[in-house]
């Protein structure tokens, strides 16, 4: 059983800070990709940052430069710092992690439970 345990969403105002984290627990033989996604209100889940295994990042347009996302290997757990925070950023916030349960096995992509993040203006 793999699970994904969000924290650090929260209400903040425009031009704040908060820092997300999503640590993987279970039985997890290795961990590939790990990524945030959003999802606005009324709108479908958007990729907001994703960091490989070795490091390489990408970001989506409307986050890039604000946003930073980095892992701790050791930990299995990825973290999204956000500044400059706009009130379009409000949505909730999904940790993926792509893994493999086992040697050998396939790798498959599992979903944190979401956590709110709401930006006011």
């Known amino acids: 059983q793999v699970q994904l345990v969000e924290s650090g969403g929260g209400l903040v105002q425009a031009g704040g800070s908060l820092r997300l984290s999503c640590a993987a627990s279970?039985?997890?033989?290795?961990?590939?990709?790990m990524a945030w996604y959003r999802q606005p209100p009324g709108k479908q889940r958007e990729l907001v940052a994703r960091?490989?295994?070795?490091?390489?990042?990408n970001y989506s347009d409307s986050v890039k430069g604000r946003f930073t996302i980095s892992r701790d290997s050791a930990k299995n757990t990825v973290y999204l710092q956000m500044n400059s925070l706009k009130p379009e950023d409000t949505a909730v916030y999904y940790c993926?992690?792509?893994?493999?349960?086992?040697?050998?096995?396939?790798?498959?992509?599992?979903w944190g439970q979401g956590t709110q993040v709401t930006v006011s203006s």
């Open positions: 993926n992690a792509v893994l493999s349960i086992r040697y050998g096995a396939t790798y498959s992509a599992y």
């Open positions: 279970g039985s997890i033989f290795s961990v590939n990709a």
């Open positions: 960091i490989t295994g070795g490091g390489s990042t």
